[in-house]
């Protein structure tokens, strides 16, 4: 059974905490993605990454930066936590480009930031 | 630019009814995806189904269908005799071609289907 797999379903941290979100997937695709999820605003594309150590910046990428050492695995990394960063952190995973491809998604985390 | 509306932002209905959910979408692009995923309360957000802009064929997948009109840029999604376990937040989404480096995705805003028994 395919997987994408999140490390943490629920995080308490503190304002000014350094916050790593980590996600292993095991489909061997190329694309890696973290989304932020919000009520009333739908998924964000915080960032993407078609490649080991390759990263590109989606919609939202302030206050966040990432890291992709390993194929599998594509970690969100949240340097110095608000409040506003208060939210549902969703990894997905996907083929290369070109494809049609549907993403798969793991089963989220929930941060909350004090 | 590319955009995904999703009108209702939450249905309720009562088990057994029909229900249809809204999409409608913009792009200037000739060759793109449509998708539909659920997100039931655990999480993780499902695929559903994906139609290609060159097929507009409506689909039947158990109770559930798709209706692709391009004509009125919709892609709506009907599940007949809804039952509980249909409760979740359904997304419409929409992916045009892009090379490497870049990813075309665009999702809606999401529609919070409650099913009552």
């Known amino acids: 059974d395919v997987k994408v797999t999140q490390s943490s379903r629920y995080l308490v941290k503190r304002t000014g905490e350094k916050v790593f979100l980590e996600c292993v997937q095991d489909m061997d695709h190329e694309n890696m993605f973290w989304y932020r999820q919000d009520p009333g605003l739908g998924l964000r594309l915080i960032y993407f990454?078609?490649?080991?150590?390759?990263?590109e910046k989606g919609d939202i990428p302030e206050g966040y930066s990432v890291s992709r050492e390993k194929k599998e695995r594509f970690s969100l990394i949240l340097e110095s936590a608000s409040t506003n960063q208060t939210s549902m952190y969703l990894c997905?995973?996907?083929?290369?480009?070109?494809?049609?491809?549907?993403?798969?998604f793991g089963e989220g985390s929930r941060l909350t930031v004090l | 630019a590319q955009k995904v509306t999703q009108a209702q932002t939450e249905i309720s209905v009562v088990e057994k009814e029909d229900v249809t959910l809204d999409c409608v979408y913009e792009t200037r692009d000739t060759t793109y995806y449509l998708f539909w995923y659920k997100q039931p309360p655990s999480g993780e957000l499902v695929f559903l189904i994906r139609r290609n802009s060159f097929d507009e064929q409506n689909e039947i997948s158990g109770r559930y269908s798709w209706n692709f009109q391009k004509s009125t840029s919709s892609f709506n999604f009907t599940i007949t005799a809804s039952q509980v376990v249909d409760s979740a937040v359904y997304f419409c989404?929409?992916?045009?071609?892009?090379?490497?480096?870049?990813?075309?995705?665009?999702f809606g805003k999401g529609t919070k289907l409650s099913v009552i028994p």
């Open positions: 990454s078609y490649d080991v150590k390759m990263k």
């Open positions: 997905a995973s996907s083929l290369a480009e070109p494809n049609t491809g549907e993403l798969f």
């Open positions: 989404a929409l992916k045009t071609p892009s090379g490497a480096g870049s990813y075309q995705l665009t």
